[in-house]
């Protein structure tokens, strides 16, 4: 059971908070997770009593009770006033007291972040900053992106840095949240069957997708100055790759798991300038039709420059530089009106040294996978063949299938339960530290540098409701394998999508 605490939530009228972190707590509550003394505090600019404020939340709620409503609290503020942080704190004593959590805080920052540094400068001024003698823990929890190039990161964490230390800063990746991103430590390092094969001498190459149905939605402003490889790859596809490429951590505890997460990201090979055009495939999604329904293309949506170059589609291949790794290649693809919604990680083995069924079925259907589904529909999944019955010896794809929900009796947690959770437990095993954000950016940022200065470097039309350019299958293919495709495109009269 967490320690006594109080949620101090800026950004509170906004809509995360109504959508993900009001309903994690309730959530927490009902499996008896939360403290006996525990308050939230909403922050926001929008003016709001304590009672519309838990009317607001409760509105978008599934059967709040009263006495969880009870919990919340808002104060109006300007986060740009440093008065306002002052006025914060005689509101923090006062909750404090009602509830008696002595001093223990943890500030959620669901702002833009351009407003991270302000508020960390003005809870810092008004002494809401540090750790107390007697056991008041402070902590900050902010949301992605953590900077919008390596410059950038490496000015905020200096900055945040300056008024808080690096173990009160927990910076939320909920992709690292899901059950199955977490299992694939358990799967690797508690099962003496798979780490004696995970390795260059029996491992292919590894892929990492994340597709995503949608489009930009009402984020076309945002996600025109961010794309595709900021908004996914930088930092929540790098996390899952880390999970599978790392070594075994010396314990289970979060400095040394996270140490070795530091070293994969310190470990891919940088891109050159030839292999940002040959490793690399941008593409953004044009008009098409969906089941008969027509789609506007990336440029038609709202606050989409007309003649925008941002990329909604990227995949590339890359090289992880260590003994583990050495010379095997790595896959990373990500995209915006694809087929369907889908996070999986797919190592591919080697083939056999001697193909006796060679002229039974291809390369194809005889390479041994191994697929984690990160979502939906979580589980793991070993493909391999077998001989079908009957005379003669016709091979047949058989698999073993594991659904992660088959180990719960009820509903599998959210992401940002267990997020939450952890923070309030002071364990930051899940959350980015200061040196691996930079070693991630370290990789991508050349990236974009490229794409900024040399126009020359093209990006690719696909049309909505289908895997991409065309273009990114040819990164696989110098490898004689191909991306792993788990459903049909949506312009079929079909869509079908399988574990």
Same mark, same amino acid.
């Given at each position: ?96 007291? @009602? ?9 959620? #920052? ?12 003005? #809870?810092?001024?008004?002494? #809401? ?46 992709? !690292? ?75 289970? @505890? ?61 995949? !590339? ?83 073993? @299938? ?9 509903? !599998? ?8 959770? @952890? ?77």
């Amino acid at each position: 059971m967490p320690a006594d605490q109080i949620l101090v939530i800026f950004g509170a009228s906004g809509d995360l908070t109504e959508r993900k972190l009001i309903p994690a707590l309730y959530a927490l509550r009902k499996r008896e997770l939360l403290p006996k003394n525990f308050a939230v505090l909403g922050t926001g600019r929008t003016p709001m009593t304590d009672d519309k404020f838990r009317k607001k939340m409760a509105q978008k709620g599934e059967g709040y009770d009263d006495e969880f409503l009870s919990q919340l609290h808002y104060i109006s503020i300007d986060p740009l006033n440093p008065e306002n942080y002052y006025q914060l704190r005689e509101r923090l004593r006062q909750i404090d007291h @009602d509830f008696e959590v002595k001093g223990n805080y943890i500030f959620y #920052l669901a702002t833009p972040p351009l407003l991270y540094e302000t508020v960390a400068e003005g #809870l810092a001024a008004a002494g #809401l900053n540090h750790n107390e003698p007697n056991g008041g823990l402070k902590k900050l929890v902010i949301e992605k992106p953590f900077g919008y190039s390596l410059e950038t990161a490496k000015a905020l964490n200096k900055k945040l840095l300056m008024f808080f230390d690096e173990n009160q800063l927990y910076r939320i990746d909920h992709y !690292l949240g899901k059950e199955t991103a977490q299992n694939i430590l358990v799967f690797r390092f508690a099962n003496g069957i798979f780490e004696p094969l995970w390795n260059r001498n029996y491992i292919d190459h590894i892929q990492v997708t994340s597709s995503e149905s949608i489009g930009v939605e009402n984020r076309g402003g945002y996600y025109d100055t961010a794309g595709a490889l900021r908004d996914m790859v930088q930092n929540h596809l790098l996390q899952l790759v880390a999970l599978a490429a790392m070594e075994p951590p010396a314990g289970f @505890d979060a400095d040394s798991i996270r140490n070795e997460t530091v070293k994969v990201f310190q470990s891919i090979k940088p891109f050159s300038e030839s292999d940002i055009r040959k490793n690399v495939i941008r593409g953004q999604y044009i008009a098409s039709k969906i089941k008969g329904e027509p789609v506007g293309a990336y440029r038609e949506e709202k606050g989409v420059d007309p003649h925008s170059r941002t990329e909604t589609f990227v995949a !590339l291949k890359f090289f992880i530089d260590n003994w583990r790794w050495g010379g095997i290649p790595f896959y990373i693809r990500t995209g915006k009106r694809l087929p369907t919604r889908v996070t999986e990680i797919v190592v591919r083995f080697k083939n056999t040294p001697h193909r006796l069924f060679r002229s039974i079925f291809d390369d194809e259907s005889g390479t041994n996978q191994l697929i984690i589904r990160i979502q939906p529909d979580e589980g793991i999944l070993i493909r391999f063949a077998l001989k079908q019955p009957g005379a003669g010896y016709q091979v047949k794809n058989a698999t073993l @299938d594991f659904h992660y929900s088959s180990l719960s009796e009820g509903r !599998l947690p959210e992401a940002y339960e267990r997020l939450i959770y @952890d923070c309030m437990m002071g364990d930051s095993t899940l959350y980015t530290r200061g040196d691996a954000l930079e070693a991630c950016w370290k990789f991508i940022d050349p990236l974009l540098q490229a794409w900024k200065e040399d126009e020359k470097i093209k990006i690719y039309g696909y049309p909505a409701g289908t895997w991409g350019p065309e273009e990114a299958d040819a990164l696989l293919h110098s490898n004689g394998q191909t991306w792993r495709y788990p459903c049909k495109n949506l312009t079929d009269d079909e869509t079908y999508c399988e574990l």
